[in-house]
């Protein structure tokens, strides 16, 4: 595995356990928001705006590595 692998799973550390959820539900298990909203009973903007600050943050994260 190469540095970008420990990157990102230090990035992902520092979610919390929803935020990884969310992740996780999107992008590995291919939920839309609105499945995703549905499992975890919550509103369809919650979610899309949760995914929206996530991604952010990993941004954030990955460009200061």
């Known amino acids: 595995r190469g540095l970008g692998d420990v990157y990102k799973r230090q990035a992902l550390g520092r979610l919390t356990d929803r935020q990884r959820q969310v ?29 929206n600050n996530v991604l952010k943050r990993l941004r954030i994260y990955m460009i200061e590595k």
């Open 23 to 51: 992740i996780e539900l999107h992008f590995w298990q291919g939920y839309q928001y609105k499945e995703i909203a549905i499992i975890l009973g919550r509103d369809p903007s919650a979610v899309s705006h949760m995914m």
